[in-house]
């Protein structure tokens, strides 16, 4: 981390949320953190913390790493089918990094005993971006911790390892379904953003988000009341630039619902417009690509909007 010595940052964190799978957390979280390091020379650390580990995915396969030399050899493979030029499938295989960083040594760590910044933190060269990859199959691989551990796990790591100091946004991107690890990600937030792909029951599925958050703060009411946890809003994910009447109207119920002004959850005005290339790559992200018509303006402002909701609470 070159220079991050005389800056002190004050990381803001916050979750992407949503008790339904399929409905943009992921390619939110991506996308968003990587527009903050490489457009706006944020400091972003990403965690992920759902055992599909698409965030991980992801981001690997953009920096070009690989968990193990196992899985690197796998890619090779991968590249060896698909690429006709086999001198160019040896370059992508050399270039592979692998790296054993992973949130599972965060949730082995405690306050007495943290774990080491180096094993879970995994810094890209050249780059203002950093992740704490996921570990694939890890409600497995932690089944012998208990509950307490994983639900203070990445709360106590953020703390003893002094991370707000050393980024200005830590995003999170939490599984779909509930468990220790939907606490373990709320514990830390300062905010989380609740991701919603228009469909029919939509604010169901948001009102029984905000049953889960609201006994996850009243259960830990001492995490929250020194640091209160605010919802940063709806973001309407996957739209196109011309929806269908069908659409039109799932967002118009939405947009209208009283039981979601009542509960004092904003929607952001800005909409992630579906990119067809975001479900073809996973190593496609909008920031980098020459999506200048429309993904990119939309991403823009969809990160310009982020930003200062976030610092209306400043
Ligand atoms: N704006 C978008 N345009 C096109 N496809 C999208 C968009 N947002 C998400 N997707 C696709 O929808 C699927 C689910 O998105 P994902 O971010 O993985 O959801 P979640 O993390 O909530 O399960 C993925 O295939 C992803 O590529
Ligand atoms: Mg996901």
Redesign the pocket.
């Known amino acids: 981390m070159a220079n991050s010595e005389k800056v002190l940052h004050n990381a803001k964190v916050i979750s992407?949320i949503?008790m339904?799978?399929?409905?943009?957390?992921?390619?939110?979280?991506?996308e968003i953190g990587f527009r903050l390091t490489n457009s706006l020379g944020k400091k972003v650390l990403l965690i992920d913390v759902?055992p599909?580990i698409?965030?991980t995915q992801s981001i690997f396969k953009y920096f070009n790493y690989a968990q193990s030399a196992e899985i690197a050899q796998k890619l090779k493979k991968q590249y060896a089918n698909t690429d006709i030029n086999s001198e160019n499938e040896d370059v992508n295989f050399k270039n592979t990094k692998v790296s054993t960083a992973s949130i599972k040594k965060v949730f082995e760590g405690n306050s007495s005993f943290p774990a080491n910044l180096d094993d879970c933190v995994l810094t890209f060269p050249d780059s203002n971006l950093s992740i704490i990859p996921g570990e694939l199959g890890i409600e497995f691989t932690t089944r012998n911790l208990n509950s307490a551990q994983l639900e203070n796990g990445i709360y106590n790591f953020i703390d003893t390892q002094n991370l707000r100091s050393l980024f200005d946004y830590i995003l999170i991107?939490c599984p779909?379904t509930y468990s220790s690890y939907t606490v373990a990600a709320l514990k830390p937030s300062d905010f989380y953003v609740v991701?919603v792909?228009p469909e029919a029951y939509s604010i169901l599925g948001i009102n029984m988000l905000n049953k889960v958050v609201k006994t996850i703060v009243d259960d830990n009411h001492i995490f929250f009341k020194e640091q209160p946890l605010h919802n940063l809003g709806i973001i309407l994910?996957?739209?196109n630039s011309k929806p269908s009447t069908g659409i039109k109207n799932l967002i118009q119920d939405i947009t209208s619902s009283k039981t979601l002004k009542n509960s004092g959850i904003g929607i952001f005005k800005t909409r992630?417009?579906?990119?067809?290339?975001?479900?073809s790559d996973?190593g496609y992200f909008i920031d980098a690509s020459n999506a200048e018509k429309t993904s990119k303006p939309n991403l823009n402002q969809l990160v310009k909007e982020f930003q200062e909701r976030v610092k209306k609470y400043e």
């Open positions: 992407f949503n339904k799978g399929g409905v943009g957390k992921t390619t939110l979280t991506k759902d599909q698409n965030l991107d779909p991701p792909k994910t996957d739209i992630f417009l579906h990119n067809p290339y975001l479900q996973i």
